[in-house]
């Protein structure tokens, strides 16, 4: 019999909350293991205290979430192939097999021209895959700027692990259960939240917004899957501690129920 899919949380989760909360929260609330997502938290880029956490709390690290994001242009230095690097040091230090990245913002023109090629030659230099995450088109009104390239839809690029992230595909316009198909055994790691359709990327809870989370978890757990799947939701607008945790047990519960389904 095959081996239960974990349901893990990522610590972006609880932010404004730091790494560490994170990690208690998770343990506490039987997440089966932790994404760390590498930020301004001077915590999440410490391999040092990301080993202490883990071993403290029992929870291990899945996966490591590279400084993609604006906000971190300067975490581990500006040189984009330098924080992958650091990424994979980071997710064999703390026993992750797989890093998530973003593809490159369209002004990073150098590491976005070699950014497909460069993807396959780190996972053959430190043994450790590398999820290209599916983005989206940024809208304003009836504008739409493609803001990442080589493009914003891993499915479309010969990478050869994506991660699909459910809050992206609503942003996108996407149909996550397409996606999913046409990615077959590239499907390597699942980012699940919600969203209505919005231009904002909102990270709702499952079950919340219009995407077809129930069908597409079902999908998943009746398919070859074998990676894990993260939980990622905001929880920026809870009122106090008890809101955000009941949003951290519904998404658990959620996304626990369906892939038993």
């Not at 700027?145 to 809050?167: C, I, M, N, Q, R």
């Not at 398919?223 to 990622?232: A, K, L, N, T, Y």
């Amino acid at each position: 019999m095959p081996e239960p899919i974990r349901v893990s949380l990522s610590t972006s989760s609880v932010y404004p909350g730091s790494t560490a909360s994170g990690f208690e929260a998770a343990a506490r609330l039987g997440y089966d293991g932790v994404e760390v997502m590498v930020g301004i938290d001077d915590v999440s880029a410490d391999i040092t205290a990301i080993k202490a956490l883990s071993a403290f709390h029992d929870m291990p690290v899945v996966s490591v979430h590279a400084p993609c994001l604006l906000v971190t242009q300067r975490v581990w230095g500006s040189d984009p192939w330098g924080k992958l690097d650091r990424s994979a040091e980071m997710a064999q230090e703390v026993g992750a097999s797989l890093v998530v990245v973003h593809p490159p913002f369209r002004w990073q023109r150098e590491y976005a021209r070699t950014f497909v090629d460069g993807i396959a030659d780190l996972e053959a230099q430190h043994g450790v895959t590398f999820a290209v995450e599916n983005m989206y088109p940024w809208r304003t009104g009836k504008r739409e700027f493609h803001a990442y390239a080589p493009g914003w839809d891993p499915v479309e690029h010969d990478y050869s692990h994506v991660t699909l992230d459910l809050s992206h595909s609503s942003t996108a316009g996407s149909d996550p259960l397409a996606m999913a198909r046409e990615l077959g055994d590239r499907l390597a790691h699942v980012h699940i939240a919600d969203g209505t359709g919005s231009a904002k990327d909102e990270h709702l809870v499952p079950g919340r917004g219009s995407q077809p989370c129930a069908e597409f978890l079902e999908a998943v757990a009746d398919s070859d899957f074998g990676g894990e799947i993260v939980v990622e939701i905001n929880t920026r607008k809870a009122k106090d501690q008890a809101e955000r945790e009941a949003d951290l047990v519904e998404a658990l519960e959620f996304t626990r129920r369906h892939i038993s389904a």
